[in-house]
């Protein structure tokens, strides 16, 4: 079988004419089918060196194509008669209706009769973390199936391993102390925690774990999952969706402007956010919460517009660490498109080296000032999870508050050599 394959969206994210970050199982999935024997044509919009960029890159990930941009080798479609697209019987592209599907799933749909399949499926999976717990719960949560029955099927799973001679040892993760966090720490004037996770090596650093299991309202952290529920239930279209000023002064004159969904994230709009929370409404909002596992939210329709903001709803470092690693990996059951929308908001910052997305909360609970630091940075395709949480000590410069949270966990980073 011939197979036309895009490039940026389909085998990497969209980063043109940056090599994006590459889509999980890609050249995993690809590989398989070289090895079936179809025929990989690369079909791409990238020409001149761009083109090079994207043949090269999936060269040293130990892909080559039967040909580019082309039917065969050496093929010339600037001759007269020769039509620009490709025959294929098979055409991959982020661009399809209905969006990308994942290269677990295509693989799926393209070997769905084949007794392969489940052994290549599970492979896959096994590739997605090394938490052999982790491939349990996509499984049944896919499924649907209830957690009595997945705690049932793991426990009978390790139990069955331990008669065979491949054992399957299940890793906790390793916590570390780093000490250097906390010198960054008292020499800006807070008292907090720095939580990273590396996910690669299952490992989290941190100068002080017990702080980092303490709850806090999550503030603005929040419209990270705000925003995604705002997306699955149409309330908002897109990043380009516009929210008009009501006229009313706010606390900060910034808020005060008609502004599209894109910047009042940035910005941390309370009042557009505030909005869509009620139009929202408290059963949705409940729902998805729930089914998002995340943190310890108390909703109501006293409180539907505020409960991020005040109250009794806290989340932890830990917490907003497992939240973001479901939302990376694709584990909150939304939709690609939700997904890239998000990715594109969240961006913070982006260079040859590496990406970093989050988002800042600050809350304020009896006087006391809390902020947050919170999303993951990617780089040579690795990630790290990252939840920084402070409070300023008495004597500390409040108009410095904006950015240490954000200055730490940056610093937190070069100690671990993340970033220079």
């Not at 490709?86 to 009769?113: M, Q």
């Not at 706010?250 to 910047?263: A, C, H, N, P, T």
Request: glycine share 4%; proline share 2%.
């Amino acid at each position: 079988m011939t197979i036309a394959v895009d490039f940026d969206g389909t085998i990497v994210e969209h980063e043109y004419p940056k090599i994006g970050k590459t889509k999980l199982f890609a050249f995993e999935t690809l590989k398989e089918l070289q090895k079936q024997n179809h025929k990989l044509i690369l079909w791409t919009y990238r020409t001149g060196i761009y083109l090079d960029d994207a043949v090269n890159f999936c060269k040293s990930n130990g892909i080559e194509f039967f040909a580019v941009n082309a039917n065969f080798p050496d093929e010339n479609i600037s001759e007269s008669g020769k039509s620009r697209k490709i025959y294929a019987d098979v055409y991959i592209d982020d661009r399809n209706i209905g969006g990308f599907l994942g290269w677990s799933k295509i693989w799926e749909i393209l070997n769905k009769d084949s007794s392969n399949n489940i052994e290549i499926v599970s492979r896959l999976n096994e590739l997605k973390s090394k938490n052999i717990f982790a491939k349990f719960r996509k499984f049944f949560k896919n499924h649907q199936i209830k957690t009595f029955l997945f705690v049932f099927t793991a426990i009978f799973f390790f139990s069955c391993q331990t008669k065979t001679k491949n054992k399957t040892e299940i890793s906790l993760p390793k916590n570390t102390i780093v000490s250097e966090f906390q010198k960054i720490i008292d020499s800006s004037g807070v008292n907090g925690s720095i939580l990273i996770f590396d996910f690669e090596n299952n490992e989290f650093f941190s100068n002080d774990f017990k702080l980092a299991k303490t709850g806090h309202l999550p503030a603005s952290t929040f419209k990270i999952p705000n925003s995604i529920i705002a997306l699955e239930t149409n309330v908002v279209v897109d990043d380009s969706t516009l929210f008009l000023w009501d006229g009313k002064q706010r606390r900060l004159s910034i808020w005060d402007k008609d502004m599209i969904f894109k910047e009042a994230f940035q910005i941390s709009c309370v009042p557009c956010y505030q909005e869509i929370a009620r139009k929202i409404g408290v059963k949705r909002m409940s729902e998805y919460l729930s089914k998002f596992d995340y943190g310890n939210m108390f909703v109501d329709s006293s409180n539907i517009d505020l409960f991020w903001l005040e109250g009794k709803s806290t989340i932890n470092s830990f917490q907003q660490i497992e939240f973001l690693r479901k939302f990376y990996f694709s584990e909150l059951s939304i939709s690609v498109r939700t997904e890239n929308i998000m990715k594109k908001i969240m961006l913070k910052d982006s260079t040859q080296n590496y990406i970093l997305r989050g988002k800042t909360g600050w809350s304020v609970r009896q006087g006391n000032n809390n902020g947050w630091f919170v999303g993951y940075i990617e780089k040579q395709n690795k990630v790290y999870f990252f939840a920084t949480n402070v409070e300023p000590e008495s004597n500390f410069d409040m108009e410095k508050f904006a950015v240490v949270r954000i200055d730490l966990t940056l610093k937190a980073f070069k100690t671990l050599k993340i970033i220079n």
